[in-house]
C-alpha cells in the first residue's frame, strides 16, 4: 500500500518554538525532532545541501523518530550548484554514500533531493550522463547492499527544463520530477518515478489552493505511488498549517 509522507523542509529552527507556534515553549531544542516526529512522518533534511551530516548524527536521528519515520536529504551544492551535474559530482554523492547506509537498513531513507540552482539553464546532455551515473543501491558502499535501494527527485528552478524531452529523460531513469510550487513560478506536476515528490513553496496557501494538491497527492496514492511532500520552511513562518490541514484531506 502506498503511504502520504508529508513534513516540512526542516525541523530545527528557534523561532518555531512558543506560544501558538510549532514547538511548545517547554519543549527544549536537542528534543525537537522527538517533537517533530509526533506530528509528522517524514523531514527533508536541507542543512545536508551545506554539510553532509556525521555517522554520529544519522544514528541520533534514527534514534529520536519511530518506524517507518522518512528523511529525505537535499544533496550537497557541490553536486547542483559547484559541479553543476558534471562527472565529479557524482564523487560527491558517493561521499555521501557510506554514512547512509545506517538509515537504508532502517527503511528511513527517502528520495534524495536534487535541486539545481535558478541559472542553469536546460542541458539534456548532461542530465542524462548524471542520471545515467547515479548510484541506484548501496551495493557499491561498505555495509551495503543491493537491496538497499536508492531514489532521486530533480528539482528544476529554470523553466528551460519543462518540456516533454526532459520528462522523458527522468522516467527513462526513473528519477522523480519534483512538483516545486513556488510564487515566481507554478508547480509542474510530470510522473516520471514509482513516487511524487512535492515542494510547496508559496509564501501564502488556502484550502482553495491546498484542495487540488491533496486530490493530486490522493490520485497518486491510489495509484500505487508513495507520496513524499515538504512545506517550505521560512523562520517567521507558519508551515505546518499548510501541512495540517493536507493531513485531514488525505
Not at 209 to 214: K, N, R
Amino acid at each position: 500500500m502506498a503511504t502520504f509522507h508529508i513534513g516540512l523542509s526542516g525541523f530545527s529552527y528557534p523561532t518555531w518554538k512558543g506560544e501558538g507556534r510549532f514547538y511548545p515553549p517547554d519543549v527544549p531544542a536537542a528534543k525537537f525532532l522527538q517533537y517533530y516526529a509526533t506530528r509528522y512522518n517524514a523531514v527533508e533534511m536541507d542543512g545536508s545541501f551545506y554539510k553532509n551530516p556525521t555517522e554520529n548524527s544519522i544514528v541520533e536521528w534514527i534514534k529520536k523518530t519511530p518506524d517507518p519515520f522518512q528523511f529525505s536529504f537535499k544533496a550537497h551544492r557541490r553536486v547542483t550548484h559547484l559541479s553543476r551535474l558534471k562527472p565529479e559530482s557524482i564523487e560527491s554523492i558517493n561521499y555521501m554514500l557510506p554514512r547512509m547506509v545506517p538509515m537504508a537498513k532502517q527503511g528511513r531513507l527517502g528520495p534524495f533531493l536534487v535541486q539545481l540552482p535558478p541559472n542553469f539553464k536546460r542541458d539534456d546532455a548532461r542530465l542524462t550522463e548524471f542520471l545515467s551515473k547515479l548510484p541506484r543501491d548501496l551495493s557499491g558502499v561498505e555495509g551495503g547492499s543491493s537491496d538497499d535501494k536508492l531514489k532521486y527527485a530533480m528539482e528544476f528552478r529554470n523553466d528551460t527544463w519543462h518540456s516533454d524531452e526532459v520528462e522523458t529523460i527522468l522516467r527513462e531513469n526513473g528519477v522523480g520530477w519534483v512538483a516545486s510550487d513556488r510564487d515566481v513560478m507554478p508547480a509542474q506536476k510530470r510522473d516520471t518515478a514509482d513516487f511524487l515528490y512535492a515542494r510547496l513553496r508559496r509564501s501564502e496557501y488556502n484550502p482553495a489552493d491546498l484542495d487540488p494538491w491533496a486530490d493530486y497527492f490522493n490520485n497518486g496514492l491510489k495509484a500505487g505511488k508513495d507520496c513524499y511532500v515538504y512545506c517550505k520552511h521560512e523562520d517567521e513562518g507558519s508551515p505546518w498549517i499548510w501541512a495540517d490541514y493536507l493531513l485531514t484531506k488525505i
